[in-house]
């Protein structure tokens, strides 16, 4: 049997089912979980879909997106769980999972396999995708709802079919979910034009703090900026890009003071410097060329050694790409 049709058997055999994802959820993992739950309720089970930091704003008019629950899972509520796009029950931020039998669908390369169920694809370009390959597998008709959340998953984890890993494959996915009812206009309307003014504001806050060197920028944004700005924190996602938009940088560096001392960083990359293994060796995870982390200190030590970091990653690279042209 392969590993799909041991997730549909294990679906079958059990009822009851929570499905969630990573804490401080980007469009993946709530259109991922969106989809999910629907899959499994048209399985004829009940399901429920969990994020411990909520919906996003940008993601609340998501079909469902105003019945997933941020409440601690009640002990026997579920017969299974679900962890979508995320590497561990940890980074769910929710507890009581770790009893329940569980399903971990994953796109993220080196993913570890820590549930009972893997299905675990690096080539796929955002989670949703696998999550379709499931309603496939378990003969789930795509409605237009679903091709909705999971059409709104890749795009925004592709970076509009921007970033590198958005192959044909992807396009297949997406065209899949237009013909199953996705609207592509109605939801880049949602996904880009409807940005809270708190964000934009914290966008020029963090845009006046920029800073360009060598190949790589970065900015900041501190409590209180966000106060200020009447942003949350859910409002950072994505500021990171517009740092990444300028021609010569190859890196780039945000961060947020999440408390006095405490630093959230997202890392992005153009493709010649992993950031998620830089990511990694702070505690941290994702993808080559989108991470995060979170460092301790003061901001000066922070940038520091985050930036350190990644010029030294930026010098590796240039060491191995005229190594590479010696050796040709
Ligand atoms: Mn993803």
């Known amino acids: ?39 499994l309720r048209a399985m004829g089970k009940k399901a429920d879909g969990y994020l411990a ?21 009640e002990a026997g509520e579920y017969d299974g769980a679900f962890v979508l796009e995320c590497d561990s029950f940890r980074r769910t931020g929710l507890k009581g999972l770790s ?20 299905y675990i694809v690096p080539t796929a370009a955002a989670c949703s995708e696998l999550v379709y390959h499931l309603a496939l597998a378990a003969g789930v008709p795509i409605t237009a709802e679903i091709a909705t959340s999971l059409y709104t998953a ?27 009812g996705a609207n592509p206009a109605e939801i880049a309307q949602q996904v880009y034009f409807s940005n809270p003014a708190g964000k934009m504001r914290l966008l020029g806050c963090a845009l006046s703090t920029l800073q360009v060197e060598d190949g790589i920028s970065w900015m900041h944004v501190t409590e209180s900026d966000m106060r200020k700005c009447g942003a949350s924190e859910l409002d950072c996602e994505g500021l990171v890009n517009w740092a990444l938009s300028i021609h010569g940088v190859e890196a780039t560096a945000f961060f947020r003071e999440a408390s006095p001392g405490q630093y959230r960083v997202s890392l992005r990359s153009k493709g010649r410097v992993d950031v998620a293994a830089i990511a990694a060796g702070f505690g941290g995870g994702g993808h080559s060329c989108a991470s995060g982390l979170g460092v301790e200190g003061s901001f000066h030590d922070a940038t520091r050694s985050v930036l350190g970091a990644l010029r030294a990653g930026l010098e590796q690279n240039s060491q191995n790409e005229q190594a590479g042209s010696l050796a040709r």
Do not use: K
């Open 53 to 73: 930091d909520g919906v996003p704003f940008l993601y609340r008019e998501l079909p469902g997106a105003s019945e997933i629950r941020t409440t601690p899972v």
């Open 154 to 180: 890749v795009l925004t984890d592709t970076g509009s079919f921007c970033y590198r890993g958005t192959t044909a494959q992807t396009f297949a996915f997406a065209r899949e979910m237009v013909l199953a």
């Open 1 to 39: 049997m392969n590993r799909l049709d041991e997730i549909v058997a294990a679906i079958r055999a059990r009822q009851r089912w929570l499905v969630t994802s990573h804490a401080r959820p980007d469009g993946d993992a709530v259109g991922s979980v969106l989809g999910c739950v629907q899959i």
């Open 99 to 118: 009893g329940l039998f569980s399903i971990n669908v994953d796109h993220h390369e080196g993913s570890c396999e820590f549930a009972n169920l893997n």
